[in-house]
């Protein structure tokens, strides 16, 4: 069966530090991924999704960055992170477009 | 992205209440989607529907989606305190330009013993 990992599951960094938070993908091939970002509990954001290695889209002008070094990983980045970067961020996967996204436990992000 | 609009915000049952929410729409959906999420995790999907008019049912949970492609209703029947959790619907739209999954906002359950 498919499964996803995330980590770490929380992160406490100052304002100005650089960010990388991973994401795998274990039991499928070329699977669509996905990072979100939810504020308060609430409202998923779609900030990046990759549809192959390499293959990044951004949903949202972002001081983030996305790349997929390898199939089934997937990984969020800053060089300098900003207060606003503080939330949830979670990411998915699904066979395809058309399919169900499959969420990981997620990221608590706080920026001091 | 289209704009879902899901109620209730939010919903106090009493366990063994049947529960009911929902989400609308302006625009057309290829797929509904309904996920539940409990504190610090990640949402999981509980009903995926693919086609105007499918009923389905998870358990105690059942989901349609509408005729119109403009919404959907999750139904939970005999509460029990573990239903407790924010549920969200999704939208797919799937286009020549792309595709787009749109959220709701959620509706947040509380159910007491």
């Known amino acids: 069966s498919q499964t996803i990992h995330q980590w770490p599951a929380t992160l406490v960094q100052p304002v100005g530090s650089p960010l990388s938070l991973e994401c795998t993908v274990e039991?499928?091939?070329?699977?669509?991924l996905y990072w979100y970002r939810q504020a308060a509990g609430r409202g998923l954001q779609l900030l990046f999704y990759?549809?192959?290695?390499?293959?990044i889209s951004s949903e949202v002008p972002q001081n983030l960055s996305a790349s997929r070094p390898q199939d089934r990983q997937f990984i969020l980045s800053s060089k300098k992170l900003l207060l606003s970067d503080s939330g949830f961020y979670l990411c998915?996967?699904?066979?395809?477009?058309?399919?169900?996204?499959?969420f990981g436990d997620g990221t608590r992000l706080s920026i001091l | 992205g289209q704009q879902l609009n899901q109620s209730p915000q939010s919903m106090f049952i009493q366990e063994g209440e049947d529960v009911s929410m929902n989400c609308t729409s302006s625009?057309?959906?290829?797929?509904w989607l309904w996920y539940k999420q409990e504190p610090g995790e990640g949402p999981v999907l509980l009903i995926a529907l693919y086609k105007a008019g499918e009923l389905t049912s998870n358990g105690r949970l059942t989901a349609q989606f509408g005729i119109t492609r403009k919404d959907s209703f999750l139904n939970i029947s005999a509460s029990i305190p573990s239903d407790v959790g924010i549920y969200f619907c999704a939208g797919l739209l799937i286009s020549n330009s792309g595709y787009a999954l749109n959220f709701g906002k959620g509706t947040s359950l509380l159910v007491t013993p």
């Open positions: 039991g499928t091939s070329n699977p669509n």
């Open positions: 998915a996967w699904s066979n395809g477009v058309r399919q169900p996204q499959h």
């Open positions: 990759s549809v192959g290695i390499g293959q």
């Open positions: 625009s057309i959906f290829n797929t």
